[in-house]
């Protein structure tokens, strides 16, 4: 598995700065936030946009993805919702990134009735949206999250969606949090997983980042599933940092980070 960390844990910062921290650390990859006050998002021209994949190719360092804010069940007209995931797939083939992130966003605390409607407008629009995704490449990835928090509510959606180019990122904390095994989030996901993301908490009423293994969620278990199926993608390590700015400094943390996912990795392996 190769590793990765989101620029969420240094929101704001120069990309020199980001892929000097990259490769001082040791991590293959990044995940880009795609919000307008990052220094990658849907508004760059193109000559911006080819900077951003230069700079990326001389580091020897991979662009993850890009991790956009578009919540694909949220109430509201189709047309907003999938211009919104173009624009971003756009974003991502312009400077070499094969995945992008969309969140479910379909309001908590729903009837039966509720939930069913947003899982297919999720899944209508995502399907609308894929055709665009295959032409150019990359592909959509719904964030188990907010409304859909585990691999069985993703699932739920996916399974409506039936596309190759759209598929799962599994955020190991709230699919914890939602209640659901790794193993269990594992089989949900897996034939669709493009990624996962990986943090540390201190307990489900405290989401305040810490260091990895320096809290309750079971990467222990994540890794050791991942590797018992042979899965060989990326793990890619969010820390909030721009929620909690009281939060260690991110920086400091990448090494011990890194040495703590590859000490799990050997473990599992």
């Given at each position: 598995?190769?590793?990765?960390?989101?620029?969420?844990?240094?929101?704001?910062?120069?990309?020199?700065?980001?892929?000097?921290?990259?490769?001082?650390?040791?991590?293959?990859?990044?995940?880009?936030?795609?919000?307008?006050?990052?220094?990658?998002?849907?508004?760059?021209?193109?000559?911006?946009?080819?900077?951003?994949?230069?700079?990326?190719?001389?580091?020897?360092?991979?662009?993850?993805?890009?991790?956009?804010?578009?919540?694909?069940?949220?109430?509201?007209?189709?047309?907003?919702?999938?211009?919104?995931?173009?624009?971003?797939?756009?974003?991502?083939?312009?400077?070499?990134?094969?995945?992008?992130?969309?969140?479910?966003?379909?309001?908590?605390?729903?009837?039966?009735?509720?939930?069913?409607?947003?899982?297919?407008?999720?899944?209508?629009?995502?399907?609308?949206?894929a055709e665009y995704a295959?032409?150019?490449?990359?592909?959509?990835?719904?964030?188990?999250?907010?409304?859909?928090?585990?691999?069985?509510?993703?699932?739920?959606?996916?399974?409506?969606?039936?596309?190759?180019?759209?598929?799962?990122?599994?955020?190991?904390?709230?699919?914890?949090?939602?209640?659901?095994?790794?193993?269990?989030?594992?089989?949900?996901?897996?034939?669709?997983?493009?990624?996962?993301?990986?943090?540390?908490?201190?307990?489900?009423?405290?989401?305040?980042?810490?260091?990895?293994?320096?809290?309750?969620?079971?990467?222990?278990?994540?890794?050791?599933?991942?590797?018992?199926?042979?899965?060989?993608?990326?793990?890619?390590?969010?820390?909030?940092?721009?929620?909690?700015?009281?939060?260690?400094?991110?920086?400091?943390?990448?090494?011990?980070?890194?040495?703590?996912?590859?000490?799990?990795?050997?473990e599992s392996a």
């Open positions: 598995m190769k590793l990765a960390f989101s620029t969420l844990g240094v929101p704001g910062l120069p990309l020199t700065d980001v892929l000097g921290l990259a490769t001082a650390h040791g991590y293959h990859g990044v995940e880009l936030r795609a919000h307008a006050e990052e220094p990658v998002h849907p508004g760059l021209t193109p000559e911006q946009r080819a900077d951003v994949a230069a700079e990326f190719k001389a580091a020897g360092v991979e662009i993850l993805g890009l991790a956009g804010y578009v919540r694909v069940a949220a109430p509201g007209e189709d047309n907003a919702v999938v211009e919104e995931i173009r624009a971003l797939l756009g974003l991502a083939r312009d400077i070499g990134a094969p995945f992008v992130r969309v969140f479910p966003g379909g309001g908590s605390g729903e009837s039966p009735e509720g939930s069913g409607e947003a899982d297919a407008t999720a899944a209508r629009r995502l399907g609308t949206a295959a032409d150019v490449g990359v592909r959509i990835l719904l964030e188990t999250h907010d409304s859909h928090p585990t691999g069985a509510d993703a699932m739920r959606v996916l399974g409506l969606v039936g596309h190759r180019q759209v598929g799962a990122l599994w955020d190991v904390m709230h699919t914890w949090l939602g209640g659901e095994q790794p193993v269990d989030s594992f089989a949900a996901l897996s034939p669709h997983l493009g990624y996962v993301q990986v943090k540390d908490i201190a307990s489900a009423d405290d989401t305040t980042p810490l260091r990895l293994g320096a809290g309750v969620l079971p990467l222990t278990d994540v890794v050791e599933v991942l590797s018992r199926h042979s899965w060989d993608g990326w793990l890619c390590w969010e820390y909030e940092k721009r929620w909690y700015p009281e939060a260690a400094d991110f920086a400091e943390l990448l090494t011990p980070g890194r040495e703590h996912l590859a000490r799990l990795l050997n």
